[in-house]
């Protein structure tokens, strides 16, 4: 498989790295920080779903409340509302907050980059918003862009606000950080450890003259959870 290299330059300093809980993919994200030239030289912050256990808000449609059966299978969280969840996922944004923090000061401000890294087949994304959320489309091609174009728009959310809060919290501890000087990189990680680069895509998922890079060699696709 031909794999472009990444298009954004690598990072000189520390990095903070935010991933999903996944047990699937510890392997390919270690293995991908090192081809980043990162190797022992990032905090690892590790949350389900990544980027959509830290937004504020929930894409249209994307939320369905849990039925009875759903929840008496044990096949959902046992959240009901928007609004539970979103109170949830305030809890965790606020703890993400006090990791980045930790990590600026323990650094002393040396932290440049934010890796926030998506990845397909993510149970978050059926256990909190819907346990047909990839079946939504009819075939396997539809699926597979629909699966980008939303991990897309949840990190594209957080990325809105992770570099102003990491500014603000090095202002907080009397950095003063200048705007636009952490870089935020969004990606997509396949069950086989290739790595696309989200801010390559059109917000359709389509891919936008941008790259798709791999690590290392191909690997048989990894169980489901
Ligand atoms: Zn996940």
Redesign the pocket.
Known sequence: MTQAWPTYPAPRKLALVV????YR?LDDIVSYLHLDNMTNRYYHFAI???A?GLVDCLREGDFQPPTDQEIADRERMNIRTKDELLHKFSCWSSTFKDQVAAGLLLTKNQISDIYLI??E?????RIYLDKNIEERKDTPKKRQEYELEMHKWYADQVKKGIAGTAEKVADELGYCKSPGEINVHTLFMTLRGEVIDLSTLAGNGHKDGGSKKKPKDKKSPKKD?
């Open positions: 991933s999903c809980v996944d993919l389900a779903g990544t959509l998506q990845h087949n993510c149970g978050a994304f959870n």
